[in-house]
């Protein structure tokens, strides 16, 4: 019971890093209709700039939203030199434009940091295991991302839902025509907007830094799942990405730890050793496509976000 | 032919203007033959630090040959596989029917060396890989073109296995990743390992960065011991999760080519204590070490090498000794691969012989991660597990 519930843990954890960058792709996706491909170069950047600045300052908690505030930074410079000119084309000249900044972007952090690949070391205090239930140990630092994604969960849900400049985004989303012939600066509000979305997918990458890695392309496969999130919650609904995020995680996690032992019932033990990783790791696209058979739009529909 | 084709002189004063030019810059390229090499590893992507070590360990040998080879200059045309097993063929095809190479050096990963096998075979064309030892290639794979610098995959992990039985570990799990390597360095511990194998895992190659629903497996299974291979960066995810996962002191981890010189840089002190296998250590007593060791430090700025370079700075005299025997007639392959089949060059490990599948017989050392005075991480030899040890493929191999 005690493993299931670890299980779990990690399963959620995994979820919640997901929302962090599929939150501000769904924004950026569904507010500004954008396809941003880039959105994976942001996350490395996030990353790359916490491991540089909390080595400088000497101090995470210093470092991480020096970081966070970089990434911001980046992100809109980025919309006022290049999104810009892809506003009101098709898909396939973002999906062209955005693909050209992720080469840009490597290239630009390989003449930088080179091609080794960083670490983001923690402080010693968040470096542990903490029991959580009794008898169960789980990693501190996992437990921090939790709680701190769910803030931020929050955070946006208010932010979008509850203030006026979140109220300005949705009408910008209907028809941003009306909303600037109402004197609104429609422009500049599209870039605050991509600003949010590259700090959260920053937020992501330096949240995710100490556990998996510091590294050049480190988002490009971590992206293809945030696209599987915001397809299954809905296009632009940060509700649905949450959910969905946690369905993606779940799913994930549980099919890896269980899935194998399922197999071995079935299969000889070589046999299933050999597939269940392949197969586990189909889990999260047989999931979308159920959801699509079900509910095409996705399980929030932007209508009702 | 009766008729000679009529050409007016409009046209043929240019060609005899590109031909007096191809005349007068080609005699360097016509009368002196160079030695061409084909060189596939990963240069770019996470693990391009691997294929930059192995690029400069083999431009130091090529430096202590004096760039020539046989009295040949030496051309390396260096190509990328982004360890990717289509990546890797496509380039090792390139390099056999446009670059038309003598050798091909390199590859780090067994599928991608798998992958490019039959291209280099079936054109007669001599492969050495320098790292990749995939168990197929030592047995019903192994073939007249391809010599081995490094080790079949079985063996180092089969060493750890040894040694988890002197230390007298009764249950263990094993974690590795899924393709051909992983698949391997999971079977040769378990061959050696006297004790029971209370689970196995294979994670999704090499995506797959999140360790957490395997550690969480490996702890619910109270094994006495974790083996763990994974190679790059990899190793330095998995043992930061290791650790954070408050599994050190816990229970052990042994390991095979997941701590090196291409990562503890940053793995640091999670790496402490951790015990691994390898043919070389960078502290190997003999001069042919001592030298390169020593120039590949100078050169590079403090950085130090790695097997993966150790291996690949052999390669180079490998191919050497057979270039030389030939005295540079590149075509003599019979007489190469004679020469080649004697091992007939100082080895950075140390003297090792060819089995008939082309694998060397060599042995094997416990290594153990130390600070040295200055407060940097190394590798350093603690002792040697098995001496000549021969891989356990090598009857399936057809050759004679």
């Keep these: 019971m005690i493993y299931f519930i670890e299980q779990c843990l990690n399963g959620v954890q995994l979820g919640m890093l997901l929302f962090l960058l599929a939150a501000g792709l ?248 050999t597939a269940a990783p392949a197969l586990s790791s189909m889990m999260i696209y047989l999931l979308m496509a159920a959801v699509l058979v079900l509910r095409p739009e996705g399980l929030f529909p932007a209508a009702n976000r | 032919m009766t008729h000679l084709p009529i050409v007016s002189t409009r046209h043929l ?7 007096a030019l191809a005349l007068a810059a080609s005699p360097a390229a016509a009368q002196q033959k160079t030695v061409k090499i084909g060189f596939i590893s990963t240069f770019s992507g996470p693990t391009a630090v691997i294929g930059n070590d192995m690029r400069n360990s083999f431009e ?54 798998l992958a490019s096998l039959k291209s280099a075979v079936d054109s007669k064309t001599f492969l050495i890989t320098s790292n990749a030892g995939p168990s197929q290639l030592a047995g019903e794979l192994c073939s007249p073109y391809v010599f081995s610098t490094s080790w079949q995959n079985d063996q180092t992990p089969q060493v750890m296995g040894l040694y988890m039985n002197q230390k007298g570990v009764k249950t263990a799990f094993l974690i590795g990743p899924n393709y051909a390597a992983g698949k391997d360095m999971l079977a040769g511990v378990a061959s050696t390992f006297k004790g029971q194998v209370v689970g196995q895992e294979l994670t999704k190659w090499p995506d797959q960065l999140d360790f957490s629903a395997e550690l969480s497996k490996a702890r619910a299974a109270r094994p006495d011991a974790i083996f763990v291979f994974y190679p790059g960066a990899a190793g330095v995810q998995f043992l930061t999760q290791y650790g954070q996962a408050g599994l050190k002191g816990q229970i052990p981890l042994y390991t095979a080519f997941t701590i090196d010189e291409t990562t503890l840089p940053r793995q640091k002190d999670l790496a402490l204590g951790v015990p691994g296998a390898q043919e070389w250590v960078n502290d190997l007593p003999n001069d042919e070490n001592k030298r390169f060791v020593a120039d590949y430090i100078k050169k590079h700025s403090g950085a130090r090498p790695s097997f993966y370079g150790a291996q690949t700075y052999d390669a180079a005299n490998l191919v050497n000794s057979a270039v ?20 007939n060059f100082k080895s950075v490990r140390g003297n090792f012989k060819y089995g008939k599948n082309h694998m060397p017989i060599q042995n094997f050392y416990l290594q153990d991660v130390v600070k040295d005075a200055d407060g940097n991480f190394v590798l350093k030899t603690v002792a040697t597990i098995v001496e000549n040890d021969q891989d356990r493929f090598h009857d399936k191999c057809p050759m004679k």
Excluded: C
Aim: aromatic share 10%; charged share 15%.
């Design chain 2, 60 to 113: 130091l040998a090529l430096d202590h040959l004096g760039r020539k080879m046989g009295g040949l200059p030496v051309e390396v045309i260096y190509e990328d596989d982004q360890q990717k097993p289509e990546a890797g063929k496509q380039k090792t095809d390139k390099l056999i029917e446009s670059d038309k190479v003598d050798f091909i050096v390199g590859y780090i990963w067994s599928n991608v060396l």
């Design chain 1, 26 to 273: 769904t924004l950026i996706f569904g507010i500004m209709d954008l396809v941003n491909l880039a959105h994976g170069s942001l996350y490395m950047l996030g990353a790359y700039f916490a491991a540089t600045l909390v080595a400088w300052t000497d101090s995470f908690l210093l470092g991480v939203p020096l970081a966070l505030l970089a990434t911001l930074v980046v992100g809109m410079a980025v919309e006022v030199v290049a999104m810009r000119r892809l506003y009101g084309r098709d898909h396939l000249d973002h999906v062209l434009g955005t693909f050209g900044l992720i080469l840009f972007f490597n290239e630009l952090v390989r003449l930088i940091w080179g091609p080794a690949g960083m670490t983001l070391f923690l402080p010693s205090w968040l470096n542990a295991a903490v029991p959580v239930l009794p008898g169960l140990y789980y990693p501190l630092y996992r437990v921090v991302i939790i709680v701190v994604t769910i803030l931020v969960a929050l955070f946006l849900y208010g932010l979008v839902m509850r203030t006026r400049l979140g109220m300005l985004i949705r009408a910008g989303a209907s028809n941003r025509e009306m909303v600037g012939a109402l004197g609104i600066n429609i422009k500049l509000l599209y870039t605050f907007v991509f600003g949010l979305g590259a700090a959260l997918a920053g937020f992501a990458g330096l949240m995710q830094a100490p556990i998996l890695t510091v590294q050049i392309g480190m988002g490009e496969n971590i992206l293809i799942v945030a696209f599987v999130v915001i397809v299954i919650g809905g296009i632009g609904s940060i509700r649905g990405a949450f959910v969905a995020s946690l369905f993606v995680g779940m799913v994930d996690t549980i099919g890896r730890a269980f899935f194998p032992d399922l197999l071995r019932l079935v299969l000889s033990k070589e046999a299933a050793a």
């Design chain 2, 324 to 343: 030389v025997a030939v005295k540079g007639d590149t075509s003599k392959k019979d007489e190469m691969r004679a020469e080649m089949e004697k091992a």
């Design chain 2, 13 to 19: 004063m240019p060609l005899a203007v590109a031909g």
